[in-house]
T-cell receptor
Framework: ELKVEQNPLFLSMQEGKNYTIYCNYS?????LYWYRQDPGKSLESLFV?????AVKQEGRLMASLDTKARLSTLHITAAVHDLSATYFC?????????FGAGTTVTVRA | ETGVTQSPTHLIKTRGQQVTLRCSSQ?????VSWYQQALGQGPQFIFQ???????GRGNFPPRFSGLQFPNYSSELNVNALELDDSALYLC???????????FGSGTRLTVV
């Protein structure tokens, strides 16, 4: 059974500092997604990583994928309040997504 | 190009009742997947429909069933509702199931 583990589950960030969220998974896959979810809302797609070594960046967020280590990271640079949300990674196996438990991020001044 | 629309947005049902949730896929997409997201958890895969046929199912009992129509819209039916069925139900559409998932805004189901 595929397991997708995110850590940390909760992250209190100070504005202006850098942080990383980790996503480990137990079965080979070369497709991984990162989503953002605001309270009571649906999932907003952040990144699609489709190959080993893939790196994508958008604003203060950068995601990478190491399929050999079965690890993806979401790096946040110079955190700002607008980044407060829950972030999920999802591994695609046979075009079905298995999600991690999510990392709830709170950015404080 | 329209996105994925789900209806209703909120629903309250009594334990033992039946419920139908609806999803209109994004234009051009022929695959719809359904997910259940309990409060404080990540979404769990329920099942997927591709060209009107079920194409994979997660660890959910048979009282969770679905349909996909010729226009690729889809329904999720849940019979004999239990309190634990209270959750946000998300549908996602894609083309040929090949990634590029677009999620709808979800239906919040509360079972009392």
């Amino acid at each position: 059974e595929l397991k997708v583990e995110q850590n940390p589950l909760f992250l209190s960030m100070q504005e202006g500092k850098n942080y990383t969220i980790y996503c480990n998974y137990s079965t080979t896959s070369d497709r991984l997604y990162w989503y953002r979810q605001d309270p009571g809302k649906s999932l907003e797609s952040l990144f699609v990583l489709l190959s080993n070594g893939a790196v994508k960046q958008e604003g203060r967020l950068m995601a990478s994928l190491d399929t050999k280590a079965r690890l993806s990271t979401l790096h946040i640079t110079a955190a700002v309040h607008d980044l407060s949300a829950t972030y999920f990674c999802a591994v695609d196996i046979d075009y079905k997504l298995s999600f991690g438990a999510g990392t709830t991020v709170t950015v404080r001044a | 190009e329209t996105g994925v629309t789900q209806s209703p947005t909120h629903l309250i049902k009594t334990r033992g009742q039946q419920v139908t949730l609806r999803c209109s896929s994004q234009s051009g997409h022929n695959t719809v997947s359904w997910y259940q997201q309990a409060l404080g958890q990540g979404p769990q895969f329920i099942f997927q429909y591709y060209r009107e046929e079920e194409n994979g199912r997660g660890n959910f009992p048979p009282r969770f069933s679905g349909l996909q129509f010729p226009n690729y819209s889809s329904e999720l039916n849940v019979n004999a509702l239990e309190l634990d069925d209270s959750a946000l139900y998300l549908c996602a559409s894609s083309l040929d199931g090949a990634g590029g998932y677009t999620f709808g805004s979800g239906t919040r189901l509360t079972v009392v």
